[in-house]
């Protein structure tokens, strides 16, 4: 069973907020890349930042063990995640015994996969409450999952993340010859792919770039490691999903 994983562990503290006001703090989940492993609604409606009456959830069909997963693109210490239920129909019950989590590879293939649970919702879950869970994780991580350990559905209004970006120390990067980032979110012109490297550690954003020894500017990054395509003579390096990430700050 997956619960009884050695790595895992379980903050059981969270906190039913309603009606309660709480500081704003940027939502570091806000837009980025989320999916649902059997999409009834689209996954971005968990994270688009609408959590009003009338929107609508995220929602995973039947299926066994259903989740949302969202990629903060970029590797961050997670203070705290909240997330909603359903504010729209009759779905509440579809978030009951969710346990919400945090990883660093999003890959559950990956040895010592570091899964880190901040808690789990009550088994009884209403229309639109509120459960914010706090993480204490020592290492940065880069996904946040939401899932339930049965063959049921998964529904959720809204998923709320607080955190700070973390220098991360990578222990390995995979090569692909001959590609090149497409839509860069920064470029560079650097005089080693060495250099290129340290460029992309030092933007906390990066998780992976293309480097050509003579193109101007020759050094792209990009917080998505799948937006690349053929180009000769470029190179791409991408943070490897199995690498160890330990702060360096």
């Not at 779905?91 to 901040?118: Q, T």
Request: aromatic share 10%; with cysteine.
């Amino acid at each position: 069973m997956r619960l009884t994983t050695r790595n895992l562990v379980i903050a059981v503290s969270y906190a039913f907020l309603q009606g309660v006001s709480v500081g704003k703090a940027e939502n570091i989940m806000l837009a980025k890349p989320s999916k649902l492993n059997r999409v009834v609604w689209n996954a971005e409606f968990a994270n688009d930042g609408n959590n009003n009456p009338g929107s609508q959830p995220a929602r995973a069909w039947y299926t066994v063990n259903p989740y949302w997963q969202g990629d903060l693109q970029g590797y961050f210490t997670v203070h705290n995640i909240s997330v909603t239920s359903d504010v729209t129909h009759n779905y509440g019950k579809e978030l009951g015994s969710a346990y919400v989590e945090v990883h660093a590879s999003g890959n559950s293939s990956c040895p010592d996969g570091d899964i880190f649970i901040c808690g789990q919702c009550p088994a009884v879950v209403g229309k639109g409450e509120t459960f914010t869970f706090t993480c204490s994780h020592p290492r940065p991580v880069r996904f946040v999952k939401v899932w339930r350990n049965m063959t049921d559905r998964l529904v959720i209004s809204e998923v709320v993340v607080h955190g700070t970006p973390a220098t991360t120390s990578v222990t390995k990067y995979s090569r692909a010859i001959a590609t090149k980032v497409s839509t860069p979110m920064t470029s560079l012109a650097v005089t080693s792919a060495a250099d290129c490297s340290s460029q992309c550690y030092a933007n906390k954003s990066c998780l992976s770039f293309s480097y050509h020894p003579t193109a101007a500017p020759n050094c792209l990054l990009t917080t998505n490691p799948e937006d690349a395509a053929e180009a000769i003579g470029w190179s791409t390096f991408t943070i490897d999903v199995c690498s160890s990430y330990n702060s360096c700050e």
